[in-house]
C-alpha cells in the first residue's frame, strides 16, 4: 500500500518538491466501475527542489491508462508505473504539459477516501493523501495549483455535478450524459479538491459580503430531506457574518456549496467552495435531532467555513503542520459558539471534551505533540492533541498577548500568508511581531507531549497580612520524550475572603499587568508571589476559565470548593467546584468499597447541589452542567492507574442515588414546572432549560427509579421533540425492565428507515449496564439496520459500546475485548481509517487493574500479529503495545 508501515515521515526531512503544477485541467468521465480521470498538469522544475531529479508522482491502488508529455504519448521505457507511483526519469527542463489517464472504480472504493460512492451519489474526500487515488500526483499540502474540472456524467443518475470554485459552462452529450465545468481561481493543495455528482435535493440561499459580493449558497441534500437542511443553512450565514466581523474575513467565490452525505469517515472536510459533510452535521428537525447535534452542525458548519480562510487561503506546508489550521480553526469555530450561546457553557463543554478525549490520549502510548515529528500513518493524526490542544494552544496565546494583539496578529497571518503553504513557525512570527514579545519558549507547546500538572501551595501570615503562593509545574515523561522542560502557563488566578469578597491583587513579586488582569506566567518549575494586605486566610481561585490546558493538583481543600461554589464569579471554576466535590465524593466511596468500611455520605456536596437547584432558573443550562456528576470515563482518567470500571460504577450509581434521595423534592419541582409544554426552538435558552429538566428527571429516577420509571415512560410517549423523547428513552434503558424494551420497539417502528435517527436507538442500546449487553451487540450487528461499512453505524454501535459502556466493554471475561478484536479484523480490510480510530478505544489499557491489562494487550497482540493489516490499524496497535 502507499505507506508500508515500516517507513516512518519525519518532519526534520522535509523537503520542497521537485517540480511544482501550475494549472491542473481535470476531465473525469462518472461511472459507477470504470471512471475515467484524464489529468493534465501544467509542470516545471520547482527553483527549490533539486536539480535533474526525477519526477516521481504519487497513486494509490491506480490503474493507469496512458501518459503524454507535451501531447506526445509516452512508451514503456520513458516510465515506470505502479499502483502507488509513477515515475518519469527524462522530462523536459522547460514547463512542460504532462497528461495522464487512470481508471478508478468508485463503487469497489469501502475506504472512502479518493473517489467513492455513497448512496447513488458520486463523491470525493481527498485529505490526506486521497487525491492519489484519482490520479497521480504530488499529492502534498505545498504543491498549489488552480484547477479547472470538468465532468460528465448519465444525467439521470447524477443531474448535479459539482466542484470547487464557480461553475462554468454546462451542457447536454449523446447518450443520455450531460456534462459541468469548474473553475477555481485560488491556488490549492490536492487535499482540498472535490467533486461530486448525483441526484440531490438542495437548498438555496444567499449572502452578501460586506464589499457587497453577492454569494449564492446550497446545500445538497438527499430528496425529500431539504427541510431539514434549514439550520444548516442559518448557521453558515451567521458563520459568515461572524468571520467577517470578528476576523474580517470575506468569502471569495461567488457560490458555496455544501453537500451531505451518508457514508463518511469524519464529520466534514472544508474543500474549496464545495464542503462535504457527514450527513449528521448537516441533518436536523425538531422530532429527529437533539440539542446536542443542533449545538454540533452549527459548530461543524462554522468550523468547515471558517477553513476557508484558515486551512485553504493559507494552507500547510506539510501535514506535520496539521494543528496550524486545525488547531486554530476549532479555536475559531469555540468562539463563534460562545458568541452564539452561552461562553461559560461553551468553555465548559469544551474542557470535559479536551479532558475525555486528549488528556487520556497525552497520558498513554498514542501521546504526541500538538506538532508531531514522525508519523507512520498520517489518517492517525487528526487527534484531539492536533485539534483540541492545538485549540487551547491558540487561546493561550490570545490570553498572554490581549485581545488587541492578537487580533493584530491574526490580521498580519492573514495578510503575509495569504496563498501560500504555511509552518507554526510563520504563525508564531505574526504574534511576536503584534506584540512585540518573544514566543520561542511559548512554542515548546507545539513540540512538547503531555499534559503539564500544576500544583499551588498557599501559605497565609496572619501577623503580616501576607499570603505566598506558590506555582509549580511538572510533565511526566511520554513516549519518545524522557526530559521535559517547563512551559509557559498562563494561570488565571483571584483570591477570595472569608466573606466571599473578592481581594485586590498587590504584590511585588508580579508585573503590574499581571495584578491588574490576574494573569500570571508560570515559566519555570515555581514560582512564588507573595500578596500584600490580605485581611485573612484567603480562597484561591485557580486556572480561571481553564487558562492552560493543565492538570491542577490536587483540587482545593472541601471547605475552599464549597465557598468557590458559593462566591466565584468565574462561572468556569463554580462548575469546576463542583466536579471536584464530586469527584472527591466518589472516590472517597470507592475507597471505602475496597477496604470494607461503610460507605461514606457526602453532606456538603449534597448541600451545594441544592444550593444550584434552587438558584437553577438562572441560568438553568449552567446548572444543568454544575449538577452533573463526572462520567464513568472521567473517573477512569481521574484514577489514572488501577482502573476497575465495576467499582468506579458503583460508587457514582452510589452517589447519585444518595443525592437523588436527598434532593427529591426539589428535582421534583423543577422537573414538573420546566416540563410545561411549550413550542421547541433550538436556541441556547431553549436547550438549557430541556437540559436542566433531564438533570432534573435522571435525579429523580435516581432517588425512586418507579416513580422515575413512570415520569420517562410518559414523556417519552408525549414528548414533541428528539431531545425529549431521547432522554426519556436513556434513562429508560437505564432502568430497564417491560417499559424499557416497549420504547425501544416502539422508538423503532416510529423512525425506522431513518438512519440518523436508528443511529440513537444502536447506541443507546449499546450502553445499557447489564451483562446481556455484550450479546445485544453482536445481535444488533446482524439487524438489517446496522452495516459495517457505514462508519455512523459503527460508531453509534460499536464505538459507543467500546468508549461508552465501561463496565460491559471492560467486562472480566473479555467478551467486550473478544468483540471489538472481531469487529476491527473483519473491518480493517475494509475500512482501516475507521478500525484504526476503534482500536484507539483501547490506548489507555495500560491504565486498568492488571487483569484487564492482561486481557487487552493478549488482543493487541493478536491484532498486530494479523496478516495483511493495514497500515493504519497496525500503526495504532503497534504504538499502543510500545
Ligand atoms: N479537515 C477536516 C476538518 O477537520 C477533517 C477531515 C480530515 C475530514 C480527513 C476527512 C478526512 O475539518
Ligand atoms: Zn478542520
Redesign the pocket.
Known sequence: MRHPSNVAVRLADYRPADFLIDTVALDISLHRTETKVVARLALRRNPKGAPGAPLVLDGDELTLVGVKVDGRPLGAQDYTATPDQLTLTAVPEAPFTLEIETRVDPTANTQL?GLYRSGSAYCT?C??E?FRRITYFLDRPDVLSVYTTRIDADKSEAPILLSNGNPGETGDLPGGRHYAVWRDPFPKPSYLFALVGGDLGVVRDHFKTTSGRQVTLAIHVEHGKEARAEYAMDALKRSMRWDEEKFGREYDLDVFNIVAVSD???????NKGLNIFNDKYVLASPETATDVDYAGIEA?IA??YF?NWT?NRITCRDWFQLCL??GL?VFRDQEFSADMRSRAVERIGDVRGLRLAQFPEDAGPLAHPVRPEVYHEI?NF?TATV?EKGAEIVRMLRTLIGDDCFRRGMDIYFERFDGTAATVEDFLSCFAEASGRDLSHFALWYSQAGTPVLSTEGSYDQNAKTFALTLRQEIAPTPGQQEKKPAVIPVALALFGQNGEKLDLESADARPDELARGLFELSDSTRTVTFKNIPSQPVVSALRGFSAPVRLEPAPASADLEKLLACDDDPFNRWQAAQSLALRAIFARVDAARAGAPLPSAPGYVAALRTILSGADADPAFAAQALSLPSETDLAREAGSNVDPDELFAARFGLLEEIGRALASEAEAIYARLSEASPYSPDAASAGRRSLKTVALDLVAAGDPAKGSALAESQFAAAGNMTDRLAALALLALLGGDAREKAFAAFYAQFEGDALVIDKWFALQATIPEPATTQRVIDLMSHPDFSLSNPNRVRSLIGVFANANLTRFHALDGSGYDLLTKIILELDPKNPQVAARLLSSLRSWRTMEPRRRALIEARLRRIVAQEGLSADTKDIATRALA
Do not use: L
Not at 264 to 270: K, L, P, T, V
Open positions: 477516501s474526500q485529505e490526506a486521497g463518511f469517515n469524519m464529520g466534514a472536510m472544508e461543524v468550523h468547515e477553513h486551512g489550521k486545525e480553526t489518517n487528526y485539534y
